[in-house]
């Protein structure tokens, strides 16, 4: 079955660059998401990137997919204390809108 | 961007009673419409899907009599938890794929305590 993971938390300093990394096991993903949700809050899309693409570049954030590693990373330059938050993984299969979730990573931005 | 709304945000109600919990799509339609719940400190895990006029696709091990889905309209589902219970406490969040697109938008949540 399809499984997303991830790494559980992350700490980084303000200013500097955060990197999270997720892994997919689903070779027939077509999209792959990044979501951020703030305590108490839903969840709001960061980017999605399309499987047949390696890099996707959206303002302080930088996607990059290795599909033959099955390997996704978000990166955030210049990382503000109002980037902390937990950051989900997900990835739509071929068929159906239906996404499927990693743990989440905790970011903790140190000022 | 698209807006995906729920009400209420957040209900406490007391074991044995049924909550209804609406989503609706503000300035889009969606023929399907996703359930999710999240407990403190974990992921999302998918319920069911809501389709619009027709019968709701549930996950396995998702009681389909304990969670009643009904998907009238092209802009709103809702979902009863009947007889709710102490365990059904949880974080339910749904969301929504606009036709065309390549994404699904999240409501902002209705955290549900029972007690």
């Known amino acids: 079955g399809e499984d997303v993971e991830q790494s559980l938390f992350l700490s980084v300093r303000e200013g500097d660059s955060s990197v999270i990394n997720c892994t997919y096991t689903?070779?027939?993903?077509?999209?792959l998401y990044w979501y951020k949700q703030e305590p108490g809050a839903g969840l709001q899309l960061l980017t999605y990137?399309?499987?047949?693409?390696d890099m996707k570049q959206d303002q302080r954030l930088t996607v990059l997919l290795n599909k033959k590693d099955k390997h996704l990373s978000l990166r955030i330059a210049d990382t503000q204390t109002g980037d902390s938050a937990i950051y989900f993984c997900?990835?739509?299969?071929?068929?159906?809108?239906?996404?499927?979730f990693g743990a989440g990573t905790i970011l903790r931005v140190k000022s | 961007g698209a807006v995906v709304s729920q009400h209420p945000s957040w209900v406490i109600c007391k074991s044995g009673t049924s909550v209804k919990i609406e989503c609706r799509s503000l300035?889009?339609?969606?023929?399907?419409m996703f359930w999710y719940r999240q407990f403190p400190k974990q992921s999302l895990m998918l319920m069911a899907t809501?389709?619009?006029?027709?019968?709701?696709?549930?996950e396995q091990g998702v009681e389909k009599d304990k969670f009643l889905i009904n998907h009238a309209s092209l802009t709103l589902s809702t979902l009863t938890v009947t007889s709710a219970h102490p365990e059904d406490s949880s974080f339910y969040i749904c969301s929504a794929p606009r036709t065309g697109d390549d994404t699904q938008y999240f409501g902002p949540g209705t955290r549900l305590t029972v007690l």
């Open positions: 809501s389709n619009e006029g027709s019968k709701a696709t549930y």
């Open positions: 689903d070779s027939s993903s077509t999209y």
């Open positions: 997900a990835e739509r299969g071929r068929y159906g809108n239906k996404l499927v």
């Open positions: 300035d889009f339609q969606a023929t399907t």
């Open positions: 990137i399309f499987s047949n693409m």
